[in-house]
């Protein structure tokens, strides 16, 4: 039983680590720009699909293909935002139903690029796995272990970007009070700007190290979507911090229902977690009131 | 008026010359193709999302067919030759997707046979293609009833053929004396589950570990920790999509299991064999094989170049073989037959003589039409089967086994569980 438990705690950290950088992208998105992004599944998908191409298809290095996979859904986050959330800023509905045709767009273009069929084969970087301290039946492969560290190292750089520099404080300051911080001389549109290009990168930065662990394919950002917006809206929409605890809170009660329960029963709890959290806590747990 | 000018008679004597003319022009060839007739195929079937290995290799298979059959004169029916055209329609496994591509390819595209996979779009297609007397077929007879004359299951007997391999386990590997099942919950999962108990029941194998998750599941680690938590001689994928039987067997490998593995299918395992090892994958069961097994070109076999197929079908679609590939495919061979018998591409007319006797010529050699215990219409055709084991990194046939004589044996044990699951075609509605 205790192997069994130590393994589902591993299962858990990975889950977490990806979670979390869905979800963080999302809040920061949704902060700054007041817009419900649903195309954020369909950016990791993107950014999963520009590692199948560039390690999967044509042997690049696998950190080469992630970095590029970064880059080049960061560059689609700038693109949204400049060219269809600011002319619909204020208006919240119209961002959400841009986002969405965003979501099928990349879809389709997926299919016209990638073919329809079978998932990608992506092949593991890196072969192996650690031995969790010699524990018998517990293990992580490397690959699983690459999710976290980079999780870890990309969150924490988020963090000191948000803490200690000026453009983070601007961000946090528009994601705070957007008139308040407009009357500090911070300018929203850069705000926006600097918001989108991060959430889009951390879901490309998700896809692309999640590439080789997961069912590639057009569909793939359905269920990464939902998870997102599960630990967001449980962690208080806005809120990074809410986010990342939840993040955590949440895949290891998923994971551990569906190890010692059932996975379908997962699910089902996983949004009844929700609906007691939003009947008690409508803000979220880690959520504050709008002002009016 | 000048005397160049055109008179009125001029012009309608000079434009009836025209027009006649263009009409012998331009008519000569249209009366020329209408002496080459053409019978529509529909295939409506999931060509993307989830299940979409299940659908799009069959469909490009069928093309395969079709291009085939038309270079080798088409379809004779009575004094004349019909070229077959595939017409296809993504249903993407939804009930309310097949409604619409059902009513495109009967009422526009005027086909006279639906090839589906069948399963969950099934029920959203059913009460058209009853109204429309059309000639239907799924590979899962699962979705037979007494309500689906017009359906029938020409190929795939799913999930009955499953209890072949584990038979053949049992039968080779004695020391394997517990199992357990993971499989998605829905209606290929379930019916596939009740037949791996039944099968295992009947073989004397103990199953320890039995859970369905979630069609959204993204991370298969905690379901395959829980499995082999239980410490199974066999672990049993039943009949999981494709791309999940690539993660969990990814899974089984990372987490250390040394035993047997046994699934419906194994879709593109030299990718799994990439992912996990050779060794590891050594000895695995499942229901499909590669159509370059010389144990497709004997006698008894009803596929024409079986491994011509097969190669073409790589050349064509390299890296995309499923074991649905050839199944549509199959099933269009039993249908030109039929058609060619009836002297009539009509749907009614074709499903008669595809029915007549009793029995018809299904791929693994002389079947006949069975079903009414387990679905209440005997609209599946049942005989052989063949079991497939990966050995040296390659799938090969060891064995066909018939599912009439497991069942004449073990029947009560697989209704027993098909009630327990609510698989029976009167408790299905």
């Known amino acids: 039983m205790t192997s069994l438990i130590i393994q589902t705690v591993v299962n858990a950290f990975v889950s977490s680590s990806f979670a979390a950088l869905m979800a963080v992208g999302l809040v920061m998105i ?21 590692v199948w191409y560039l390690y999967g298809e044509n042997e690049l290095p696998f950190f080469v ?36 045709g965003v979501l099928f767009i990349l879809q389709v273009l997926a299919v016209i690029i990638g073919g329809r069929g079978l998932m990608k084969h992506i092949p593991p970087a890196l072969e192996g796995q650690w031995d969790v301290f010699g524990i018998e039946g517990v293990s992580v492969p490397f690959q699983r272990l690459v999710v976290i560290g980079v999780a870890v190292f990309l969150l924490a750089l988020l963090w000191l970007f948000l803490k200690r520099t000026k453009l983070g404080w601007a961000l946090r300051a528009t994601a705070q009070d957007p008139e308040a911080a407009l009357l500090q001389g911070i300018s929203i549109n850069k705000a926006s700007l600097l918001a989108m290009g991060l959430g889009a990168a951390l879901a490309g930065a998700a896809g692309g190290i999640m590439a080789p662990l997961v069912r590639v394919d057009p569909a793939m950002g359905h269920a990464a979507i939902i998870t997102a917006f599960i ?62 | 008026m000048s005397t160049n000018s055109l008179t009125r008679r001029q012009f309608v004597r000079t434009s009836a010359a025209i027009g006649v003319a263009a009409a012998t022009v331009t008519g000569l060839p249209r009366f020329a193709a209408s002496a080459e007739k053409t019978v529509k195929v529909g295939f409506l ?37 019909y070229k077959v055209e595939i017409v296809s329609y993504d249903d993407e496994y939804a009930p309310d997707k097949a409604l619409l591509g059902g009513k495109k390819l009967v009422l526009e595209d005027g086909v006279k046979i639906v090839l589906m996979l069948g399963g969950d779009p099934w029920p959203g297609v059913q009460p058209f293609m009853n109204e429309q007397k059309m000639l239907c077929t799924t590979l899962l007879p699962s979705d037979l009833s007494p309500d689906t004359p017009y359906l029938l299951a020409p190929c795939e007997v ?63 680690a905690p379901i395959v920790t829980a499995m082999l938590a239980t410490k199974p001689d066999i ?54 094989p590669d159509f370059d097994d010389p144990a497709l070109e004997g006698t008894g ?31 269009l061979e039993l249908w030109k037959a039929a058609v060619e018998k009836a002297g009539s591409v009509e749907p009614l007319a074709a499903l008669e003589a595809m029915k007549a006797g009793g029995r018809a010529p299904h791929i693994f050699g002389d079947a006949q039409w069975w079903g009414k215990d387990l679905f209440g219409i005997d609209n599946a055709l049942v005989g052989n089967w063949p079991v497939v ?41």
């Open chain 1, 231 to 292: 630990v967001i809206i449980v962690g208080g929409i806005g809120s990074l911090e809410g986010a990342v605890v939840v993040a955590v809170l949440y895949t290891f009660f998923h994971t551990f229902v569906t190890t010692f329960l059932d996975g379908t029963l997962a699910s089902i709890f996983g949004l009844v977690l929700l609906l007691v959290v939003l009947t008690i806590k409508p803000t979220g747990l880690f959520g504050k009131g709008e002002k009016h």
């Open chain 2, 389 to 429: 084991r990966i050995t040296d990194g390659k799938a090969k046939i060891v064995e066909y086994r018939s599912i009439p004589v497991w069942w004449d044996k073990n029947k009560d044990v697989l209704i027993k569980h098909f009630r327990d699951l609510k698989q029976m075609w009167d408790q299905r509605a």
């Open chain 2, 235 to 288: 672990i049993c994928f039943d009949t999981a999509y494709p791309d999940y039987v690539n993660l969990l067997c990814e899974q089984a490998f990372h987490q250390g299991f040394k035993g047997k593995i046994v699934s419906c299918t194994m879709d593109n395992y030299p990718q799994i064999i990439e992912k996990t090892s050779k060794e590891f994958m050594e000895g695995v069961i499942f229901q499909f």
């Open chain 1, 65 to 100: 293909a992630v970095i590029a996979a970064i880059a080049l859904v960061g560059v689609v986050g700038l693109l949204m935002e400049r060219t269809l959330f600011r002319p619909m800023r204020g208006n919240p509905l119209g961002g959400l139903i841009l986002s969405v």
């Open chain 2, 158 to 220: 799913h999930p009955i053929y499953n209890v072949t391999g584990v038979e053949w386990l049992a039968a080779n590997h004695p020391e394997a004396k517990t199992a357990a099942i993971v499989a998605q919950q829905d209606a290929l999962g379930l019916p596939s589950v009740a037949t791996y108990r039944a099968a295992f029941e009947a073989s004397g194998i103990k199953v320890v570990h039995e859970k369905f998750f979630d069609i959204a599941t993204t991370d298969f």
């Open chain 1, 30 to 50: 949704f902060g700054v720009m007041r817009v419900i992004n649903f195309a954020h599944g369909e950016l990791y998908m993107v950014g999963a699909y520009t």
């Open chain 2, 45 to 81: 079937a999931p060509l993307t999302g989830e299940v979409a290995g299940w659908g799009l290799p069959g469909r490009d298979g069928c093309l395969i067919w079709a291009d085939w059959v038309n270079a080798a004169g088409g379809i004779k029916v009575g004094a004349d030759s």
């Open chain 2, 301 to 331: 076999i009803n596929f024409k170049n079986a491994n011509a197929f097969f190669a073409e079908y790589n050349k064509r679609f390299p890296g995309t073989w499923t074991a649905v590939s050839w199944e549509y495919a199959s099933i």
